[in-house]
C-alpha cells in the first residue's frame, strides 16, 4: 500500500507565496507520475501540474509562469512552489502519484489534500 502525505498548506495574502510538499511511503518499486490537483468549493477537481519521472513537466494555463513543480526522486518526493498568489487559487490541493508497487502491482494514489487560503 503507498501512502501520500501532504504538507504546507495555510492561509497566506495576494501575492504571496507557499510551498507544498507530499511524501510518499510504502512498498514503491518505481514512481512514474506525480502531480498536484485542486478543488474549489462548488467546482470540480483539476489539474494543477504534473511532473514525470525523467523530469518533464506539465502545467495547467492558469499557474504557468507563477507555479512550479518538482521532485526528489530520492526522497520519494514531490513539491509545489507557488508564487504570486491569487484569490482564485484558493482550493484544498491534492497530491497524486502512480508506479509499480514492490510487489510489482499497479498503484495510483491520492493525498488526504491540504488547504490554500489567499486572501484579496
Known amino acids: 500500500q503507498v501512502q501520500l502525505v501532504e504538507s504546507g498548506g495555510g492561509l497566506v495574502q495576494a501575492g504571496g507565496s507557499l510551498r507544498l510538499s507530499c511524501v510518499l511511503s510504502?512498498?514503491?518499486?518505481?514512481?512514474?507520475?506525480m502531480g498536484w490537483y485542486r478543488q474549489a468549493p462548488g467546482k470540480q477537481r483539476e489539474l494543477v501540474a504534473s511532473?514525470?519521472?525523467?523530469?518533464?513537466?506539465h502545467y495547467a494555463d492558469s499557474v504557468k509562469g507563477r507555479f512550479t513543480i518538482s521532485r526528489d526522486n530520492a526522497k520519494n518526493t514531490v513539491y509545489l512552489q507557488m508564487n504570486s498568489l491569487k484569490p482564485e487559487d484558493t482550493a484544498v490541493y491534492y497530491c497524486?502519484?502512480?508506479?509499480?508497487?514492490?510487489?510489482?502491482?499497479?498503484?495510483?494514489?491520492w493525498g488526504q489534500g491540504t488547504q490554500v487560503t489567499v486572501s484579496s
Open positions: 511532473i514525470y519521472r525523467t523530469g518533464s513537466t
Open positions: 510504502g512498498s514503491i518499486f518505481r514512481i512514474n507520475t
Open positions: 497524486n502519484a502512480d508506479g509499480i508497487t514492490s510487489a510489482a502491482t499497479n498503484f495510483d494514489s
